[in-house]
């Protein structure tokens, strides 16, 4: 069973993960009676009162039975001004929910108002803290903790990985999984460690779970690694997978570490070829018969595997890639908070190059903007390091021509830095529409995809194989490769269709509830447990 220190890590979450996100909100010179109507309509207990974005207090179900009714008080007569319960007390959306019981209890109070950069975006209360932090300390409870010796049976993991402040998709996804293992599975594991790939004989700065570091292009480095975690005291190790970040030909050296490693290596694929060369058809045959089982992101990774690497199907599980647990929130309120009130938002983020196709989305601009010309393309996020070494910003420079060329510098914006998650998300839930236009199919996970999802957007993608799982099940829009009118034809459809815009945000967000990082976390942990035998 977990110790107790599990619902103290729960604690640690972001208030953000249980509000009542939009809450209603009046004028001070609104009547009671109004109110009431307002909070039987949306079978609510409270009602915040406002005033030109300053917030003045709430008006809740007490206020109106002790100042109003039972006074014998008009409703008609009686504004919120003159019933509300003030000062509102306010808390910002990463703050921790211990830190909000903390201040619901200093002040005595059942609600709280949460902002982001001052302005109101939910509402939370003690109840719902309260559950949250229950139920997520009985999710703990789903892991199947072995008993050895009257003492529960924890294991530690070692990660095998690039890793930030290295600027690199694999090292976001690797560290908010081992954030979230850390958090949700204090039951069942006792740490976990990284062993860091660097780029090139680069060094960075890493944080201390990183224990050891393997130079990418250093074939010996690799079987160095391995003894020391054969040395070491973890049970199991996670393997990131990726072509590019392992050195030798098609980043063969990584079989120089599987070879010599005796842990248990549970391996998450992030590229799957759906037609390799021999070279890496070789390589990563060699890594799943080394591995002790293989983690895809996506269903289609199964029968890929079998049909093209001759993996056996007992050694394959299916998790999704992990998203933020975000709540469902209407663009307008975020669009305030970042000078965006008015415009019809679309974004694309992550780290540029060309194998994006952002061109194709900026080149579907003109068959758009002349009939919404308040439309703006947010291109977010810094160009991936990898790509700033070999060319510079020859890439960005390319699009942002093309933007001149088309007469487009009112309608696309690049955000040219890598933005933190909290940043990332606002952006995210003041997009009204998600556009991702990779240009090939061969993508078998996206975490910009799996992002969008968890924040509900209305999502227009091309076909590529992650993406095609989501548009069969109505979670997004399908657009064709590499067609600037077909991506135009599916952003106009959603911007001119507010039913399917909406359809489409919602089943994006429904989709994403198995994918938050708590379930993806125990799922990892199981998968490693039946790898040890246990």
């Not at 929910?97 to 949460?114: C, G, M, P, T, Y």
Request: proline share 5%; net charge negative; hydrophobic share 35%.
């Amino acid at each position: 069973m977990a110790g107790p220190e599990s619902r103290s890590d729960v604690l640690n979450l972001s208030v953000e993960t249980n509000m009542r996100p939009q809450p209603p909100v009046v004028s001070p010179q609104e009547s009671i009676s109004h109110v009431m109507e307002l909070m039987t309509r949306e079978n609510i207990g409270s009602v915040v009162v406002s005033e030109r974005d300053a917030l003045l207090g709430i008006v809740t179900e007490k206020d109106i039975l002790h100042k109003v009714l039972r006074l014998g008080k008009d409703p008609d007569l009686t504004l919120a001004n003159d019933a509300m319960s003030k000062p509102l007390i306010t808390i910002e959306s990463d703050r921790t929910i211990n830190e909000a019981l903390s201040l619901l209890e200093k002040h005595s109070i059942r609600r709280l108002a949460v902002t982001r950069g001052g302005f109101l975006i939910g509402l939370t209360t003690e109840r719902r803290l309260l559950e949250i932090a229950h139920n997520n300390y009985l999710m703990h409870n789903q892991i199947p903790v072995q008993k050895t010796g009257g003492f529960d049976k924890k294991i530690r993991i070692g990660f095998i990985s690039t890793y930030p402040p290295r600027e690199c998709g694999i090292a976001t996804f690797t560290s908010h999984l081992a954030d979230a293992i850390s958090t949700f599975c204090t039951g069942a594991v006792k740490s976990t460690f990284v062993v860091a790939l660097n780029d090139k004989r680069e060094s960075y700065a890493y944080e201390n779970r990183v224990k050891y570091q393997i130079e990418a292009d250093d074939h010996d480095s690799y079987e160095n690694a391995a003894e020391y975690v054969n040395a070491s005291d973890i049970d199991v190790v996670s393997l990131q997978h990726e072509f590019g970040i392992f050195g030798g030909k098609s980043g063969e050296y990584v079989n120089a570490f599987l070879s010599k490693v005796r842990k248990p290596v549970v391996t998450t694929l992030h590229t799957i070829l759906e037609a390799p060369t021999d070279e890496t058809r070789n390589v990563l045959e060699a890594v799943i018969e080394k591995s002790d089982a293989i983690i895809v992101m996506a269903t289609v990774g199964s029968t890929m595997l079998e049909q093209h690497y001759r993996c056996p199907p007992d050694k394959i599980r299916y998790i999704p890639h992990g998203c933020p647990n975000v709540p469902y929130i209407e663009t307008a309120m975020i669009k305030r908070g970042l000078g965006l009130q008015r415009r019809i938002v679309l974004s694309t983020f992550g780290l540029l190059s060309s194998g994006k196709g952002v061109e194709h989305a900026i080149e579907a601009l003109p068959e758009i903007v002349p009939s919404h010309p308040d439309v703006l393309y947010l291109v977010i996020g810094e160009t991936h390091p990898e790509v700033r070494k070999r060319e510079g910003e020859k890439y960005r420079q390319e699009l942002l021509d093309k933007v001149d060329s088309l007469g487009l510098s009112k309608n696309v914006s690049f955000v040219n830095r890598f933005l933190t998650e909290n940043e990332l998300i606002s952006y995210l839930q003041a997009t009204d529409i998600y556009i991702i236009p990779y240009p090939n199919r061969e993508q078998i996970s996206s975490g910009t995809l799996s992002y969008a999802l968890s924040a509900g957007k209305a999502i227009v993608t091309t076909p590529f194989l992650h993406a095609e799982e989501i548009i069969a099940k109505e979670a997004a829009l399908g657009c064709q490769f590499r067609d600037p009118r077909s991506i135009a034809r599916s952003v106009t459809a959603l911007i001119e269709d507010g039913k399917l815009l909406r359809k489409l945000s919602r089943n994006a967000y429904d989709y994403s509830r198995p994918m938050i990082w708590p379930n993806v976390a125990m799922n990892y942990v199981n998968s490693f447990y039946r790898s040890l035998g246990l």
